[in-house]
DNA sequence: GCCATTGTCGCAACCGCTTCCTATTCTGCG
DNA sequence: CGCAGAATAGGAAGCGGTTGCGACAATGGC
């Protein structure tokens, strides 16, 4: 059905060897043979079907991209990131919505590993076990992480410097005076999410801290427990901007004004941050560098097969002040 | 490097056909070679190359998803149920954003064409001329276009029924007691948006349009020349939720509380909406719905071959009464 | 003028798999 | 016991490309 090789070397009067180093301006083919090949080729409109040239290779142009769900902002970033540094590498990016779950998860890489990508960029769900991080490494397949940092797998990662993030949100509310913080955190053993909560622990040693989802919900349901059992507090550090949000919503329900009444940091800066009522200082984290350059080294990895050593790399984090803290000081 | 069929053929002592049939379960082979090869195949740690039987088969299982944008949540939404459908049929998606860019929307194309790809699911950036629409249909692939309802064009369609939207909205606001009312839209010729307008204006034929970005920043502008231009007015519907937040943002700049002081409607009910202060009273549309139905259409479409008629599916809307407009009568 | 070199191009193998066709064995029946 | 017909397995052709190798002609140095 569709214009092959073979159609163009008929067509061109030439063998079909010809007419495939033609094309692809390889050595060894007399300049006007090439032009008029090139020629038919363009009058009989043929595009060349990567997928048998893929067999031939052994290289697919295709990247696979995990992550738990793209409708999350700060995923739905990274993808942007990651899908625009694959095209410019002349890759295509086949998304994959895991939902947290292993078991999904891992019949995602098997179907893509089945397709023969380059490579696989995730945010891998829970700490990898020791047999999985085998199963992983047996594909033979390079594997770029997304935030995790720490681990004593042998992948490469990328991810942002959530320590210092913590960190950072932390000094800032000290430094606009505020005594009483908290802490409003996801489940324990959340790698990047238990990263954030020592870093500010470091700054704020004395802070309170409480776990529960990561979620909108979660940070609602967290703050009325907050403000609750401990109605000292006047600023509050949330693990992410969505729970943050959630933070501003129970604040909201129970008379409590923000910044006036209770301040909040949040952490990603996602878009709606800047858009929020009131807009929310936060911890930026450079979600769209993160997924391009986890393209970058993905391809690196994928160039050389030779297992090299992982590559790791950390991305800086910025305070970014918006209007959601009081500064205590000029009280 | 990869073990191959042939590999198990040997292991198990057998022709490499048999273990083709064998493992996909065809007719023709004994119970007990059968078994053996499972086996072996199994001890091998065998994975089928779906490229290489992509090649015979003429089936990739693959299918493309062009956006102008997966950060914006309306198209990560349109992705999660184009993917979540695509999963569950054994396909795979690739993700392409076109940045409402004609030719690099065009690129993609091509190259997934190049890939044979089974189909292209895309919301078209703006309407396409005769030659681009031949250009596509030139490619024998089929595709869906989202969010374009009419045209003359001979693609498969799915949308929200985005005339009724802005009908839905309108009569609202007018129940609500609203006399002076006004929306707030895209450029001019933007096919959906015009569609909500068009419902919009049928009815509150008197109400003012004023056309800008459909983004934040232009809900913001647009916003701050209404309430210049036009201070009488007292609810606004904008064409999407973004672009009333932009509103929302630019009453409170100017001291105006919202209900309070002006009402605002938004259209797409993105997940924001429920958690932005106030909660935004808004026209929902079933984007995971239509990103899934796509799907289905699309398989269904590259099932049978044959230049099937193009199918058209409009979703239903709803309005989703929330906190972001008074109600003028009880006042 | 001859041979070695270089430039062009065709031939054929191969990538990993599916599938049609054919050879062989097994089965059941008269 | 012989034979037709079904069951089973192997052979081989392709899917659409890439690429090493050899054939052949043109070229250049002596």
Known sequence: MAVTLKDVAREAGVDLSTVS????????????????????????HYR??????????????????IVSDVRNPFFAEVARGAEDAACAHGCDLVLCNSDLDQAKQMRYIVSLAEKRVDGILMNSVSALGKAQQQALAGFGMPIVLLNRASGAHSFSTVCADNYLGGQLAGRYLKAKGHIRIAHLTGPRGHGNL????????????????????HTFQGGCELAGKLLERHPEVTAVFAANDVMAFGVMRAAAERGLRVPQDLSVVGFDNIEFSGI??????TVHQPKYEIGAAAVEILLRLAEKQNGSAPERRIFGVELIERDSVQDCRTR
């Open 194 to 213: 238990s990263d954030r909560a020592r870093g500010f622990l470091n700054a704020v040693p004395d802070a309170v801290v409480l776990h529960g989802r």
């Open 48 to 65: 060349p079907n990567r997928i048998a040239r893929g067999l031939v290779t052994g290289r697919s142009h295709t990247l696979g991209l």
């Open 21 to 44: 180093r033609s094309l692809s301006g390889s050595y060894g083919v007399h300049e006007e043979t090439r032009k008029r090949v090139l020629e038919v080729a363009e009058r009989l």
């Open 276 to 281: 929020a009522h009131p807009p929310l200082t």
